[in-house]
């Protein structure tokens, strides 16, 4: 028969065991949430470049606006609602190019 000192060390183990993998689930979770936002800059860099050729290739096609000095530009941001604060929005990532 199995004594009861050698349970309590099993249950201890068992218990260690399933600590250790739910704090390894939940860091694969939050992580991944981070990487799915970590890419959002090459995405903007590149969607501004096929902007900035659009321009040159034909103005009437892109939509530019004038920032404070007066001058033209294309910009393009990207935001996301931040689930801690009441859906308020925070922004990510911006890309402004000043076009003369």
Same mark, same amino acid.
């Not at 065991?17 to 860099?45: E, K, P, Q, W």
């Not at 294309?74 to 931040?82: A, G, I, P, T, V």
């Given at each position: 028969?199995? *004594?009861?000192?050698? @349970?309590? *060390? $099993? /249950?201890?183990?068992?218990?260690?065991? #399933?600590?250790?993998?739910? #704090?390894?689930?939940?860091?694969?979770?939050? *992580?991944?949430?981070?990487?799915?936002? *970590?890419?959002?800059? /090459?995405?903007? $860099?590149?969607?501004?470049?096929?902007?900035?050729?659009?321009?040159?290739?034909?103005?009437?096609?892109?939509?530019?606006?004038?920032?404070?000095?007066? @001058?033209? $530009?294309?910009?393009?941001?990207?935001? @996301?609602?931040?689930?801690? #604060? #009441?859906?308020?929005?925070?922004?990510?990532?911006?890309? @402004?190019? /000043?076009?003369?």
């Amino acid at each position: 028969m199995i *004594s009861k000192k050698a @349970q309590v *060390s $099993i /249950v201890i183990l068992v218990i260690g065991v #399933f600590a250790v993998c739910s #704090f390894t689930l939940i860091s694969f979770l939050s *992580s991944s949430s981070y990487l799915r936002n *970590s890419f959002t800059g /090459v995405f903007l $860099i590149s969607k501004m470049n096929s902007e900035i050729e659009k321009y040159f290739v034909n103005p009437e096609l892109v939509h530019v606006s004038y920032n404070s000095q007066g @001058q033209k $530009i294309l910009y393009s941001e990207k935001m @996301q609602k931040d689930k801690r #604060f #009441f859906g308020k929005r925070k922004l990510l990532f911006s890309v @402004q190019y /000043v076009l003369g």
